[in-house]
């Protein structure tokens, strides 16, 4: 009885406050490539100026195995990147449960598929009267506004 109260009470996020959470998100992720990039040229001896000189495919698939590791393990132990911490929202399941190991990697798959088709998977969050993004709809997932105590 109480859990049916806490879901009808539950608001989801507007799609300003996602897109401020990504934002801040892949914000902190640029500054780490940049950081890795820094310090892998300080490493093999080189200026920043010859940063064409590193293997790039290697670094690419190192620096999108860290982001997708950094949505998926920040979704599955709390349901929140740290964008999503700094606009109060959250990732839960459709039933309002937490997100576990699984939703998260089967949601930040979804969510680069996403991202790789040019951001089509998000239009559903912007036009949609769920506000569910194509991620949201496969891992059966809503990303919620949390109550300020």
Same mark, same amino acid.
């Given at each position: #009885?109480?859990?049916?109260?806490?879901? *009808?009470?539950?608001? !989801? /996020?507007?799609?300003?406050?996602?897109? +401020? +959470? $990504?934002?801040?998100?892949? $914000?902190?992720?640029?500054?780490?490539?940049?950081? &890795? &990039? %820094?310090?892998?040229? =300080?490493? *093999? @001896?080189?200026?920043?100026?010859?940063?064409?000189?590193?293997?790039?495919?290697?670094?690419? $698939?190192?620096?999108?195995?860290?982001?997708?590791? %950094?949505?998926?393990?920040?979704?599955?132990?709390? @349901?929140?990147?740290?964008?999503? #911490?700094? #606009?109060?929202?959250?990732? &839960?399941?459709?039933?309002?449960?937490?997100?576990?190991?699984?939703?998260?990697?089967? =949601?930040?798959? $979804?969510?680069?598929?996403?991202?790789?088709?040019?951001?089509?998977?998000? &239009?559903?969050?912007?036009?949609? /009267?769920?506000? =569910?993004?194509?991620?949201?709809?496969?891992?059966?997932?809503?990303? !919620?506004?949390?109550? /300020? #105590?």
């Amino acid at each position: #009885m109480r859990r049916d109260r806490e879901a *009808a009470s539950v608001t !989801i /996020s507007r799609a300003s406050t996602r897109l +401020a +959470a $990504a934002v801040i998100d892949h $914000a902190l992720l640029l500054a780490i490539d940049l950081v &890795v &990039v %820094y310090f892998t040229l =300080r490493m *093999a @001896g080189l200026s920043t100026s010859d940063w064409r000189m590193l293997p790039m495919a290697p670094l690419l $698939a190192f620096l999108l195995l860290l982001k997708l590791a %950094y949505f998926c393990a920040f979704t599955a132990v709390g @349901g929140q990147t740290l964008g999503k #911490m700094a #606009m109060s929202i959250r990732v &839960v399941t459709d039933s309002g449960i937490p997100v576990g190991g699984a939703c998260a990697l089967k =949601r930040t798959i $979804a969510g680069a598929i996403s991202t790789v088709a040019l951001g089509l998977g998000f &239009v559903p969050a912007l036009v949609g /009267s769920d506000r =569910r993004a194509l991620h949201d709809r496969v891992a059966q997932t809503r990303v !919620i506004t949390l109550r /300020s #105590m």
